[in-house]
Nanobody, 124 residues
Framework: QVQLVESGGGSVQAGDSLRLSCVAS????????VGWFRQGPGKEREFVTA???????VYGASMKGRFTISTDNAKNTVYLEMNDLKPEDTAVYYC??????????????????WGQGTQVTVSS
């Protein structure tokens, strides 16, 4: 079973940037689609972005242009670069992997394994 560990979260000011990492063990991320989700206080889990099996990218509407997903296959790691952070970006950020059916990348239920999450707090 693939295990994921996120890191890179923290407390920042509005307008700052952060880069989150998702390191995999027990299997290669090249064999899976990888997604980032977030869950803010009192909110449902929300799709952020995903890297498809073919290397394509999908972004949530409010993240496009500010967030970038990328991968380093040699390190078996997927990154989430977040720029121009806003207080509404405050959440626990999770990475997830799996083989979601076509059209299901944005749904958390379509992923098979998850990390424990990393907290991002953005103050105004």
């Amino acid at each position: 079973q693939v295990q994921l560990v996120e890191s890179g979260g923290g407390s920042v000011q509005a307008g700052d940037s952060l880069r989150l990492s998702c390191v995999a063990s027990g299997g290669s991320l090249r064999n899976y689609a990888v997604g980032w989700f977030r869950q803010g206080p009192g909110k449902e889990r929300e799709f952020v972005t995903a890297l498809t099996l073919s290397g394509g990218t999908v972004y949530g509407a409010s993240m496009k242009g500010r967030f970038t997903i990328s991968t380093d296959n040699a390190k078996n790691t997927v990154y989430l670069e977040m720029n121009d952070l806003k207080p509404e970006d405050t959440a626990v950020y999770y990475c997830a992997g799996g083989r979601p059916p076509a059209g299901s990348l944005v749904y958390s239920y379509a992923y098979d394994f998850w990390g424990q999450g990393t907290q991002v707090t953005v103050s105004s």
